[in-house]
Structure formats: structure tokens, C-alpha cells
């Protein structure tokens, strides 16, 4: 971890003290570094329809694409508790659209002094779905860059 990413992990926590989660007391933030250099903040907000709940880490990614930017250096995943939270099945898959060498770093309260996990999203993600045309042209054998579906 050099000297950006415990910066990241630092801003993951402080935004983390932002979250809405009256539900589960939860609380998470994420700082996402565009390669341009710009952090991108997210936290997540809880609903009382418990579905629409979106984690801080896709929260940090629409913000980011919202704002212009689709390339991604690292993003730092603060939660509550003294260990490190890993991201949940759709934040990964969330996370993997940007590039397996996205750096995932994990974080628990005490930031970057506590312990903190350091993967990559391609990692996190094993026998990952990333191209659906590909199987749709063995399968039928359509051109996967045409306008013809699968017809399923
Ligand atoms: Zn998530």
C-alpha cells in the first residue's frame, strides 16, 4: 500500500461517517481514484424498502461516471467494525465493468492504521460473467458485434 492509497483508505472512512443507514447502523464509505487523479466519494444509502439500498461503493462509481470519468486507478472500502468489510457480490461485478486491475482496497474503522485487505476486482471475481456477446456467438453462432440477438 503507498502513500495515495492509505489517503484513499483515510477519505473511504471519513465519508463513511456520511452514510444514511438507519436500518442496519451500518455504516460504509468508499473513495474511488479516477486515473485522472480525482477522488470520487460514496457512502450507502439505505431505504425503507430494504432493496433499493445501494452500497458506497456503487454509489462512488455513479458518481464518478456522472461526473465524466470511466478509468480507474484503486477504490478504498471503509466499514463499520475494526476489520475489513469486502464488497458485496454486486459491487464486484460492479466493480470488474471497470477493469480487473482495479485495485480493491479494505478497510475497517481505524482506516489506514488498522488492517486493510488489498485485492483487485478481477480477483475478487473468479470465473467472472464480463461478455455476453461472446457466448451468444458460440451458442448461435451470430455475429457478436451485429444487431442480431440469440432469440431467446
Ligand atoms: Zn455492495
Same mark, same amino acid.
Not at 466493480?95 to 482496497?105: M, Q, S, T
Given at each position: 500500500m503507498n502513500d495515495r492509497h492509505r489517503e484513499l483508505v483515510d477519505a473511504a472512512c471519513a465519508q463513511r461517517?456520511?452514510? =444514511? #443507514?438507519? =436500518? #442496519?447502523?451500518f455504516r460504509v464509505g468508499a473513495a474511488l481514484l479516477g486515473k485522472s487523479g480525482v477522488v470520487y466519494l460514496g457512502t450507502n444509502v439505505e431505504n %425503507?424498502?430494504? !432493496?433499493l439500498s445501494i452500497c458506497a461503493e456503487r454509489a462512488a462509481v455513479c458518481r464518478a461516471v456522472a461526473d465524466g470519468?470511466? %478509468? +480507474?486507478e484503486a477504490i478504498a472500502i471503509c466499514a463499520d467494525g475494526s476489520e475489513p468489510t469486502p464488497p458485496c457480490g454486486a459491487c464486484r461485478q460492479v466493480l470488474l465493468e471497470f477493469g480487473p486491475d482495479l485495485v480493491v482496497l479494505m478497510a475497517g474503522n !481505524? !482506516? %489506514?492504521a488498522g488492517p486493510v485487505q488489498v485485492s483487485t476486482a478481477g480477483d475478487l471475481v473468479?470465473? %467472472? +460473467?464480463?461478455? +455476453?456477446k461472446a457466448n451468444l456467438a458460440d451458442e448461435h453462432g451470430d455475429d457478436p458485434n451485429g444487431k442480431q440477438g440469440g432469440g431467446r
Amino acid at each position: 500500500m503507498n502513500d495515495r492509497h492509505r489517503e484513499l483508505v483515510d477519505a473511504a472512512c471519513a465519508q463513511r461517517l456520511r452514510s =444514511y #443507514s438507519p =436500518y #442496519s447502523h451500518f455504516r460504509v464509505g468508499a473513495a474511488l481514484l479516477g486515473k485522472s487523479g480525482v477522488v470520487y466519494l460514496g457512502t450507502n444509502v439505505e431505504n %425503507a424498502s430494504f !432493496g433499493l439500498s445501494i452500497c458506497a461503493e456503487r454509489a462512488a462509481v455513479c458518481r464518478a461516471v456522472a461526473d465524466g470519468e470511466q %478509468a +480507474f486507478e484503486a477504490i478504498a472500502i471503509c466499514a463499520d467494525g475494526s476489520e475489513p468489510t469486502p464488497p458485496c457480490g454486486a459491487c464486484r461485478q460492479v466493480l470488474l465493468e471497470f477493469g480487473p486491475d482495479l485495485v480493491v482496497l479494505m478497510a475497517g474503522n !481505524g !482506516g %489506514a492504521a488498522g488492517p486493510v485487505q488489498v485485492s483487485t476486482a478481477g480477483d475478487l471475481v473468479p470465473l %467472472a +460473467f464480463t461478455n +455476453f456477446k461472446a457466448n451468444l456467438a458460440d451458442e448461435h453462432g451470430d455475429d457478436p458485434n451485429g444487431k442480431q440477438g440469440g432469440g431467446r
